[in-house]
């Protein structure tokens, strides 16, 4: 991968590669799930969700000694009473109907193996069957002879073993091939020898066996996933501007007659109600949106709560903490951050508003700020309801705007406005008699 972080915790959609495999396993409802590891990256992973869970073991294999090995290393984890699955940590796409048909069949004393027909089988393992079509054993394609290598059927890496077999395969195992490991595969062979069923279950899909080795195969990865987010957001009836010019980092829920525009990012969990529409560029992170919102281009929303009815936008910034109420506004370069804008108010035009409660039908100017920051502690700012602040206005906070006042542009606010009243501070206008522009001087 070319990188400092482990190839199964690099970052697809969202998530990492990891974290992917070990969702697809949550319909199981598994007794115990174990993650096998190298030297060093224990720390990495349990830092991750992917070792949040209840009953979650991190196991390190010492040396690359091979996939049987890494099971072996886990074996005195296991309880073996169990159907015991496993799965790869750098093979994202696997579906969880598919793996609970291996678990099914592997629950039947068999051995269950995820295998597939594709084109190109290169890289692969294949699967060999004898004259009356059983399998009978798994060759590593560098094992593999020329006429081998043709046959189409590969193993996924991903099986199922029946209760109480596993831990006399694996004892059994021998490093003797070219590259001197322990291969998992060859338990096939010892139990096809000891008369066990070995069942081939095929993946809804192809693409559900694709495994990430490097940063291309990690791009094309990430291209399956946004398909399958566009997918199934098309069957929920979501219309899509352009299918492939979506990112879903996350989980995205989506209400009726909603439609997002083009090169639109969504991380984390958001929701989108009914009859809202997203526009382009925009990145929006673990927020929810209200019904029939329009949110322009080129907005960036973050952990905000945004109503009925709401504009926000173009180039608007909504940041943690944001609630906008029902009919409210936060227009063209608005930033809001950690504050509650009222129904029906208006923030339109280049202000920020920071750690702020604003009632309902208030209209901020364009320009203004609420200064929340003495340089060592976050103050508020409290506007009442009806207010109307003018154009190039600074809140000094903790200050309060009451209810009905006016606030002069360009005035600077140290203190609470009184109800219903007109505030202003400003400068007496000069002008500088006889006064002369500067010059440059001329060489």
């Keep these: 991968m070319k990188s400092s972080l482990p190839k199964a915790l690099q970052f697809l959609a969202g998530k990492s590669i990891l974290e992917h495999v070990k969702h697809a396993t949550i319909p199981l409802a598994a007794d115990q799930t174990v993650v096998v590891c190298a030297p060093g990256a224990q720390e990495r992973i349990q830092k991750t969700n992917t070792a949040s869970g209840e009953g979650v073991i991190c196991v390190q294999q010492e040396g690359a000694f091979g996939t049987g090995h890494a099971l072996k290393c886990a074996l005195s984890k296991i309880n073996q009473d169990n159907v015991v699955l496993v799965l790869l940590g750098d093979v994202p796409l696997l579906r969880p109907s598919t793996l609970q048909k291996l678990v099914a069949s592997a629950s039947k004393n068999t051995l269950a193996l995820l295998t597939a027909n594709i084109a190109n089988p290169k890289g692969y393992g294949r699967i060999v069957r004898n ?34 077999r596993i831990g006399q395969w694996l004892d059994r195992l021998s490093a003797n091939n070219k590259k001197g490991e322990y291969y998992l595969t060859d338990v096939i062979g010892l139990a096809s020898e000891d ?39 098309l069957q929920d009836g979501v219309t899509l501007a352009d299918p492939e010019r979506i990112d879903v980092r996350g989980e995205l829920i989506c209400g009726k007659d909603v439609f997002i525009d083009v090169n639109v990012v969504f991380e984390g969990n958001v929701k989108i109600s009914e009859g809202s529409s997203i526009g382009p560029h925009s990145v929006i992170s673990n927020t929810t949106i209200g019904k029939h919102t329009k949110i322009l281009s080129h907005c960036n929303l973050e952990h905000a709560i945004v109503g009925n009815d709401c504009s926000v936008g173009p180039f608007a910034r909504l940041r943690p903490g944001t609630e906008l109420m029902d009919s409210a506004r936060a227009g063209n370069f608005v930033e809001i951050k950690k504050s509650q804008i009222g129904q029906q108010s208006k923030v339109n035009h280049l202000s920020y508003i920071g750690d702020a409660v604003v009632g309902k039908e208030v209209n901020i100017g364009a320009g203004t700020i609420t200064c929340n920051y003495d340089g060592a502690n976050k103050h508020q700012t409290i506007i009442e309801d009806n207010v109307h602040i003018g154009s190039g206005v600074e809140l000094v906070a903790p200050v309060a705007v009451k209810e009905g006042a006016t606030i002069g542009a360009g005035s600077t606010i140290t203190k609470h406005a009184p109800k219903n009243k007109l505030t202003l501070e400003r400068a007496h206008q000069k002008t500088i008699p006889n006064w002369q522009r500067p010059k440059k001087k001329t060489t």
Excluded: Y
């Design 131 to 164: 004259t009356n079509n059983e399998i009978i054993a798994i060759l590593e394609d560098d094992e593999c002879t020329e006429k081998q290598r043709n046959i189409k059927e590969v193993n996924s890496g991903v099986m199922a073993f029946p209760p109480n």
């Design 195 to 233: 008369g066990v069923l070995i069942d081939s279950i095929k993946p809804q899909t192809t693409e559900e066996i694709f495994g990430v080795n490097d940063k291309t195969q990690l791009a094309e990865a990430e291209k399956h996933k946004r398909k399958q987010a566009a997918d199934r957001l």
